[in-house]
């Protein structure tokens, strides 16, 4: 695989753990030693009805690296027996309410909460599970999210490349180093619909070689050379919509916004941008608060990947 994709966080850090799993074995299941997936951590404990404005009380200083866990854990009610009868006994449901780790940066919210509530040290799963076995496992400590590895593992499902995607897209790439242009790619026809190199010298013809504007770069161009094609065709949706990008560099961040206001669906790149790119600098793709996520791959000579074997593409992406 000669593509290495810029994933989020979540789903690079899902990956390694694969990748770690395969190459330490299962002895660690076998043998039942999992103290490595538990941290220790804080929890206040309060009455259920206390529940909710000590959550809105702390949402926003909470431990973002359990947002895998739920925040709540109910706590057994405590019985006894009256002779052959097993009785409840009469005391106020309880409630714990997850603060965070002891290296986590809450030792101020923590100290906070004693003052009013009574805090437990509790161990807690310190990652997402990446399998049934470890979400039985991980539950029994403290109730953790089954979809964060459901959800990982149909996502990972949904983003796997064909042979032939793979084929039209190292295809591709090689064209755009070989012409040092950039294009824009139609995928289900296989069509190039964008070239930055003609709209460069359309416009160029158009203001007689007079064009002396920075934000006029070979990205733009191609993006602009689509909008030529879809005014021809009085097509009426986005710019780039379904389309792939290929382009020598990776986009600064100013390229990569005009590339996701015109919808593209990936981008391919050869080379890491040297300053702050916004793939793998910025993950600009998968911000959650854009209204719009494309894909991104970064193209790899093929012998390196020869080379580093069929663990780093389990690692990867396919």
Not at 172 to 177: A, D, E, G, S
């Amino acid at each position: 695989m000669p593509f290495t994709e810029i994933l989020p966080g979540i789903l690079t850090k899902h990956k390694q753990l694969q990748k770690d799993r395969i190459e330490n074995g299962s002895a660690k299941e076998d043998n039942g030693n999992h103290d490595d997936l538990f941290v220790e951590a804080f929890a206040v404990q309060v009455e259920p009805k206390l529940c909710g404005p000590l959550i809105r009380q702390i949402q926003n200083q909470q431990d973002t690296e359990l947002q895998h866990l739920k925040r709540v854990k109910c706590l057994p009610i405590v019985s006894r027996h009256d002779g052959d009868v097993l009785k409840r006994q009469k005391v106020t449901e309880q409630r714990l309410v997850l603060i965070g780790t002891i290296h986590s940066e809450c030792q101020s919210l923590i100290e906070l909460c004693s003052q009013q509530y009574t805090v437990q040290r509790v161990h807690v799963p310190r990652r997402p599970p990446i399998s049934e076995f470890e979400w039985n496992r991980m539950n029994e400590k403290w109730p953790t999210k089954k979809v964060s590895y459901l959800a990982i593992e149909q996502e990972q499902e949904a983003r796997r490349l064909s042979p032939d995607e793979i084929i039209l897209m190292e295809k591709t790439i090689q064209h755009v180093i070989s012409e040092k242009d950039i294009v824009v790619l139609d995928p289900a026809s296989g069509i190039v619909v964008g070239r930055a190199s003609v709209e460069r010298r359309l416009q160029q013809c158009l203001s007689n070689n007079t064009i002396n504007n920075p934000l006029q770069t070979d990205i733009i161009y191609a993006i602009q050379n689509v909008s030529r094609r879809e005014r021809t065709q009085s097509a009426g949706s986005y710019l780039c919509t379904g389309f792939d990008l290929y382009t020598c560099q990776e986009p600064s961040l100013f390229e990569g916004m005009a590339a996701l206001h015109s919808r593209v669906r990936r981008i391919l790149f050869v080379d890491k941008s040297p300053q702050l790119g916004a793939l793998t600098h910025y993950s600009l793709h998968t911000l959650p608060s854009t209204n719009h996520h494309f894909r991104a791959f970064q193209w790899h000579e093929p012998a390196t990947e020869e080379k580093e074997g069929q663990d780093n593409v389990i690692a990867r992406t396919v």
